[in-house]
């Protein structure tokens, strides 16, 4: 088939090099966000370049101009591999068979744009991967292909997305685009009983409260590992938190109290139990280890983070 693929980083990247890869396809375009100064540029770009393929980098799908271009390609399908631009119903529905599109949840579960944090940060057990036809609404549409992935007690947001998600992710992209090739590919409704919705999950509100279960700041923590950072407090400057494991029972400290330092960890101590530290971040460094930290600070035992 002759394939559009719009996507963004190392996700949209991977995409395409996997469709050209396997050699059964035409790229006849690549789309990706326009260049924003001063940042790096998108790996989707770098990559098409590289390769000698088309592309395309419009401010948005709306334009008369861009949706023409769009119809002079005759694609047969739209690939979209993480997108942060909204695509409109007439610029899906260009290509022959119309656009699918990635999202790492189990949809209609996790709608939103930070879909991998959250199940994470809600103790959940399982989360995974759907390949959907987009509509209108967000994260919306009929699903046609779709993924478990398990969620280990332990996992962090890093484990999930690039241990278990990424590359699985990829292959069923590829998986999706030949059950479209074969005909009648499934076109399954979203249960809107069950649909969720977040949006970002950005580091102000990831401030960590000592006072919650030591289940839930542990959960917090690791769904925000490596972003954007659960953080807490001391002497009034922020400390953020990364590298982490939960101890259960009580350990008879009050809540954000140190209450052990260890040749590879600090002991935070929470309700129920306490967070075993061993990666964090101080407002003016970069990310050290628990035992950096306390020589850089002079730590003891007995200060209390948050207060």
């Known amino acids: 088939m002759r394939l559009i693929l719009n996507g963004q980083q190392a996700f949209g990247k991977a995409t395409l090099e996997a469709i050209l890869e396997k050699g059964a396809d035409e790229i006849v375009g690549v789309f990706c966000a326009p260049d924003k100064e001063g ?40 690939v979209m591999a993480y997108m942060i631009i909204f695509v409109p119903e007439e ?12 999202h790492p949840s189990l949809l209609p579960k996790h709608r939103g744009p930070s879909s991998i944090n959250w199940p ?87 401030q960590i409260d000592w006072s919650k279960p030591v289940a839930e700041v542990y959960n917090q923590i690791r769904g925000c590992n490596p972003q954007p950072g659960a953080w807490t ?4 400057n922020e400390l953020s938190i990364f590298d982490s ?3 259960d029972g009580d350990t008879g400290g009050k809540p954000g109290e140190v209450v052990d330092i260890a040749d590879d960890h600090i002991l935070v101590a929470a ?6 530290v061993m990666r964090l971040r101080p407002h003016d ?23």
């Open 39 to 78: 940042k790096p540029v998108d790996p989707v770009k770098e990559f098409a370049l590289e390769k000698g393929l088309p592309l395309f980098q419009p401010p948005n799908y709306t334009d008369k101009e861009v949706l023409d271009h769009m119809r002079s390609l005759k694609a047969d399908l739209m």
């Open 91 to 102: 610029a899906r529905d260009i290509p022959t068979h119309g656009s699918i599109c990635f």
């Open 120 to 206: 994470i940060i809600g103790g959940a057990t399982e989360t995974g991967i759907t390949i959907f036809w987009p509509d209108d609404g967000l994260d919306e549409g009929f699903i046609l292909h779709q993924d478990k992935v398990a969620i280990g007690p332990d996992d962090t947001l890093g484990d999930i997305y690039f241990g278990k998600i990424f590359d699985r992710g990829v292959a069923m992209m590829l998986e999706a685009i030949d059950m479209v090739k074969a005909g009648n590919p499934p076109k399954i409704p979203q249960n809107e009983d069950e649909a969720t919705y977040e949006s970002w999950c950005r580091k102000k509100d990831m």
């Open 233 to 236: 407090t001391i002497d009034g």
């Open 245 to 247: 494991r939960k101890v």
């Open 271 to 276: 309700p129920g139990g306490a967070v075993k």
């Open 285 to 307: 460094d970069k990310k050290i280890t628990a035992p950096e930290y306390v020589a850089k600070v002079g730590l003891q035992k007995g200060k209390v983070l948050g207060a």
